[in-house]
């Protein structure tokens, strides 16, 4: 083993840049010993502090405290960063944990989503449900996209998970019978967790349900299939139509396999 190395050896061994190895010895982590070219020489001292430096590296250390840990290097300070790394591992291991339950959520809404039947008519019994709206009209697919990302960023600290949040468009039975197809006239999230700041909500009660696959075109026909299976039923309408998205382009590029759910809320 040689006593002393290059800069161009030290950068392959450990995988660090030779613009990284300057500044460390601009702002005195390594302090490399000149030959007469006046090439630097790393030695023996210079490499157990690049393994250091690897390591805390690893462990999101700046640079700052890396130094302020070599420069008074003791069995206390060692105690005390032994410490801080086992903080930071566990914080990284609720942080995986988070991800992992996160993506197991999404898993299981997926496989009972590809699960459901569509084409029958339910009534449903729901709570109070919280939710965070945004008032817009909207003509195009296109124009959806752009008004779920526009609630999405006002709200962006609440929503804890945008890949499962639920979220729907309300449309206008006016409008419809009118003529005006395919216009909605808000977006909005539906919360599944206690917000004293939602600022919307879709009542208790009985709702109408209706599931379809497939391309959004087809979305006014089958809202009118579930106004005329209400009338049909003697059912009273007690407010607008509107859509829950289950799965849509945050999970395929398929149209055929997008699922949306209709609900109106009802009354015998």
Same mark, same amino acid.
């Given at each position: 083993m040689k006593d002393y190395y290059k800069i161009n050896e030290i950068s392959k061994l450990y995988?660090?840049?030779?613009?990284?190895?300057?500044y460390y010895e601009k702002i005195g982590v390594l302090v490399p010993r000149r030959d007469t070219n006046g090439y630097r020489l790393y030695g023996l001292k210079d490499l157990y502090k690049l393994n250091i430096i690897r390591d805390l590296r690893q462990l999101d250390f700046t640079?700052?405290?890396?130094?302020?840990?070599?420069?008074?290097?003791? /069995?206390?300070?060692?105690?005390y960063l032994l410490h801080k790394e086992k903080d930071l591992v566990s914080e990284q291991l609720r942080s995986l944990q988070t991800k992992q339950r996160i993506i197991q959520e999404r898993i299981n809404v997926l496989t009972t989503a590809m699960k459901i039947t569509t084409g029958e008519f339910l009534i449903?019994?729901?709570?109070?449900?919280?939710?965070?709206?945004?008032?817009?009209?909207i003509t195009?697919?296109?124009?959806?996209?752009?008004?779920?990302?526009?609630?999405? %960023? %006002?709200?962006?600290?609440?929503?804890?998970?945008?890949?499962?949040?639920?979220?729907?468009?309300?449309?206008?039975?006016?409008?419809?019978?009118?003529?005006?197809?395919?216009?909605?006239?808000?977006?909005?999230? /539906?919360l599944d967790y206690e917000d004293p700041e939602y600022d919307f909500v879709l009542p208790a009660g009985e709702?109408?349900?209706?599931?379809?696959?497939?391309?959004?075109?087809?979305s006014s026909d089958r809202i009118f299939d579930?106004?005329?299976?209400? %009338?049909?039923?003697?059912?009273?309408?007690?407010?607008?139509?509107?859509?829950?998205?289950?799965?849509?382009?945050?999970?395929?590029?398929?149209?055929?396999?997008?699922?949306?759910? /209709?609900?109106?809320?009802?009354?015998?």
């Open positions: 995988g660090i840049g030779i613009d990284s190895l300057r640079m700052q405290q890396i130094k302020d840990y070599l420069d008074y290097q003791s /069995i206390e300070n060692t105690l449903k019994s729901f709570p109070e449900r919280p939710c965070l709206h945004l008032d817009t009209r195009r697919d296109e124009e959806m996209d752009f008004a779920i990302k526009k609630l999405h %960023k %006002k709200y962006e600290s609440k929503i804890r998970d945008f890949g499962n949040q639920l979220f729907g468009a309300s449309v206008s039975v006016e409008d419809l019978y009118k003529g005006d197809k395919d216009i909605f006239n808000s977006v909005f999230f /539906i709702y109408l349900s209706l599931y379809y696959r497939g391309d959004y075109r087809q579930v106004l005329s299976y209400a %009338k049909e039923k003697g059912y009273q309408l007690l407010g607008d139509p509107f859509e829950i998205y289950e799965i849509d382009n945050r999970d395929t590029i398929n149209n055929e396999e997008f699922l949306t759910e /209709i609900q109106v809320r009802i009354m015998d």
